[in-house]
Nanobody
Framework: QVQLVESGGGLVQAGGSLRLSCAAS????????MGWFRQAPGKVREFVAAINWSGAITYYADSVKGRFTISRDSAKNTVYLQMNSLKPEDTAVYYC????????????????WGQGTQVTVSS
């Protein structure tokens, strides 16, 4: 299995910024994609952003496009999510995930998940 550990969550005021990190270890793939998803209480887990193995291809949910930036250090199997202009509706537990091959937005395609990190944006 793949072990994923998220960090960087916290409490921030609306309009502020946070940078999330996720380090992968264990049964990783050299040609892999990584992504970020989030889940608020009573809501389904939703796609946030994804990135391919080289970092050349990225995808974003419409709700975060222009505010969030995903990046990675493939040599370290680490993915980052820079979150700017945060809004209260961004409040959720954020999870990182890993899969073999191309980046996709479907959480069902990812085989490894972290435990999540809480992001809370106050009004």
């Amino acid at each position: 299995q793949v072990q994923l550990v998220e960090s960087g969550g916290g409490l921030v005021q609306a309009g502020g910024s946070l940078r999330l990190s996720c380090a992968a270890s264990g049964r990783t793939f050299s040609d892999n994609a990584m992504g970020w998803f989030r889940q608020a209480p009573g809501k389904v887990r939703e796609f946030v952003a994804a990135i391919n193995w080289s970092g050349a291809i990225t995808y974003y949910a419409d709700s975060v496009k222009g505010r969030f930036t995903i990046s990675r250090d493939s040599a370290k199997n680490t993915v980052y999510l820079q979150m700017n202009s945060l809004k209260p509706e961004d409040t959720a537990v954020y999870y990182c995930a890993l899969k073999w091959g191309v980046a996709v937005i479907n959480p069902g395609e990812y085989g490894g998940w972290g435990q999540g990190t809480q992001v809370t944006v106050s009004s």
